[in-house]
C-alpha cells in the first residue's frame, strides 16, 4: 500500500470512530474536505462510497474500509 498524505490521514481519522466509519463532508470548521482527498482515498481503497446524495450527486459520501483503518493504525 502507498503512503498517505497528512490530509488523507487527518480525514480518516474523522470516521474512524463514527457509527459505520461514516467519513464527514466538512471539517470541523465548516469548510468542505477537498474532493482530491476523497478521489485519493477512494482510489487506494481506503474508503469506499456509502450512498448517493440526491439533492448533491456531486457530493462523495463515503465510509472507512478496513484497509483504511489499517493505515491509521
Known amino acids: 500500500m502507498s503512503n498517505i498524505s497528512g490530509a488523507e490521514r487527518a480525514y480518516l481519522s474523522m470516521g474512524s470512530h463514527q457509527s459505520g466509519g ?7 470548521n465548516g469548510q468542505e474536505i477537498p474532493a482530491r482527498i476523497i478521489r485519493g482515498c477512494l482510489d487506494k481503497g481506503l474508503v469506499e462510497r ?3 446524495n440526491p439533492m ?4 462523495l459520501v463515503c465510509r472507512i474500509t478496513d484497509e483504511g483503518r489499517k493505515m491509521l493504525g
Not at 461514516?22 to 470541523?28: N, Q, T, V
Not at 448533491?56 to 457530493?59: A, E, F, L, S
Open 50 to 52: 456509502w450512498f448517493a
Open 22 to 28: 461514516k467519513l464527514p463532508l466538512f471539517d470541523r
Open 56 to 59: 448533491k450527486p456531486d457530493w
